[in-house]
């Protein structure tokens, strides 16, 4: 979750857009590399906006649970389960 | 400066798709300049890759470097020791920089993770655009510093053709006539007589026709 300023309304002038071109530019990669895109989203906001934050961050965390683990920490989980059993194996 | 683009990540992983470690060889070059093959795109080609490899339960392990120059032979010889520990390196550089380096070390396999593109200039940060195609025969003094081998579709030498319409090409509405370009300079700098000076025809033997070309500089050999 990234969040940036207000757009027009960020002291680095236009950070903020850049910062969501690169966020964009993720997006696309952990489509390529199937680990799914919708893991990584950008938000604007200003620093006044307490409630639409805690929000958007609800928002996002129900985003990240419908989705269910990272390939990732799938494989990984398997990964560790063969070695334990290989373990107790030998 | 040399340009290229990012190969598409599954073209990659296709290509690395045997091996289980290999070396992601970037270049401090042209190619970080156009942000394509610089150690910052190294470290999230490797990420990236390694990421990918992982998900799909294969691991793959990555060094990751960063040369001077892929096109010079004292930047590479540093690789030497430790490439042969690595089953093949992706490299990040431009096409003349992974030949050289594959010439270099003939028991590597050389996979390329960009694909180069032209000579070319930045014209804003992130958009860059062809200016020169080194043709070998330089004729900027006679056409107000715009080349027609480069700017003009058709790469001809004696005027618009007749797919020039209000100063843009026929070939797509962003490219605007090379010729016009040429044409509307000479006149800014009351140099309009080089456009009569220009050479009845090209001859292309400076240019690809004769192969591969050399430079041979005997003052610095």
Redesign the interface.
């Known amino acids: 979750m990234v969040i940036g300023c207000l757009e027009g309304d960020c002291h680095y002038v236009n950070g903020n857009i850049r910062a969501r071109s690169r966020v964009k530019r993720v997006y696309n ?1 952990l489509e ?4 799914g895109p919708d893991r990584i989203r950008m938000y604007n906001l200003s620093a006044g906006e307490g409630a639409k934050f805690a929000a958007f961050t609800n928002e996002f965390v129900d985003q990240i649970e419908n989705l269910g683990p ?3 920490n ?3 989980k ?2 560790a389960s063969e070695s334990v059993q290989e373990v107790q194996a030998t | 400066m040399i340009t290229g683009t990012p190969k598409p990540i599954e073209e990659i992983l296709e290509m690395i798709e045997p091996y289980d470690n290999i070396i992601v060889a970037g270049c401090f070059g042209c190619v970080t300049v156009c942000r394509v093959g610089g150690d910052k795109e190294v470290q999230v080609l490797a990420s990236t890759l390694k990421l990918a490899r992982e998900a799909s339960g294969k691991k793959l392990e990555i060094k990751e470097v960063c040369l001077e120059r892929q096109c010079d032979p004292e930047f590479l010889e540093p690789m030497r020791p430790y490439i042969e520990d690595y089953q093949a390196v992706l490299s990040i550089a431009c096409g003349a920089g992974i030949q050289f380096m594959a010439e270099k070390f003939m028991k590597t396999p050389l996979l390329p993770g960009i694909n180069t593109g032209f000579l070319g200039v930045t014209e804003r940060q992130g958009e860059w655009a062809e200016r020169c195609q080194g043709c070998g025969d330089c004729v900027l003094h006679l056409t107000g510093g715009i080349c027609p081998v480069t700017r003009c579709a058709k790469s001809i030498f004696h005027g618009p053709c007749g797919g020039s319409v209000d100063g843009i090409c026929e070939v797509a509405k962003d490219v605007k006539c090379g010729w016009q370009l040429i044409i509307d300079r000479l006149k800014a700098l009351d140099q309009m007589e080089n456009y009569g000076k220009l050479k009845p025809y090209k001859g292309w033997d400076a240019s690809r026709d004769g192969g591969p070309r050399r430079i041979i500089r005997e003052d610095m050999i």
């Open positions: 990669i390529q590399i199937k680990i990272s390939p990732i799938v494989a990984r398997n990964a």
